[in-house]
């Protein structure tokens, strides 16, 4: 179920545990086999349910406390607690309430997991190469620290890597403007994005600590990727408060 799994520490003792799923442990067949979480992509949505009630099993909260996004390669940041506004659409959603787990579904684009234990303040963030360019991680921050957040941190999980996401010329130059550090070639040596590197490149801007963790989806089988596979499921990043220190500013 899992590719890769944390706890972050507050300087005052609170938690906020961070994963990253991968295919693997759930009950759906075929090209989406087995842990889709993705529930645009053909498969039964009872199976997705299942899947989804797995997930929210081993990260400790009720099925219906597992917040997904509607996500649609915007730069919006949504914020939702504990009394409603479950149903986000947008790309980036952000929570001060405790108890609620956050997921951003991928297949390729970046999923990254932002918190500020101390504050009690957290947010999952689709970044693919759109979102990167229209600096979603900076809308995810702002948004944060309207919430409370001054010490955020940062968890980069996997995704396509550059020398995999080949592009034409033009809009890697596109985004290279934006995030010079995004420009690469690919294994063919033709122009190419890192998407990742990008997003990781803007947190640093920001003065962010962040982990990145290792993992390319189109070349590991044991992660969804669209670029591979074309009809494919979904994996999650995941991220839920397990205790706080002081009370948030909501």
Known sequence: MWWWRDQLTGPDGSTVDVGFTDNAGGVSTGPVASLNLGGAVGDDPGHVRQNRAAVAAAVGVAPGDLVFMHQTHSDRVVAVDAHGGRDAEGDGVVTASYGLALAVLVADCTPLLLADPAAGVIAAVHAGRPGMMARIVDNALDRMAHHGATDPVAVVGPSVCGRCYEVPLALREEAAAIAPESRTVSWAG?????????????????????????????????????RRDHRTGRFAGVIVQR????????
């Open 190 to 226: 033709t122009p190419a994005i890192d998407v990742a590197g990008g997003v990781v490149a803007q947190l640093h801007a920001r003065e962010v600590p962040t982990t990145w963790v290792p993992g390319c989806s189109r070349e590991s089988d044991r992660l969804f990727s669209y």
């Open 243 to 250: 205790s706080r220190g002081k009370i948030p500013h909501v």
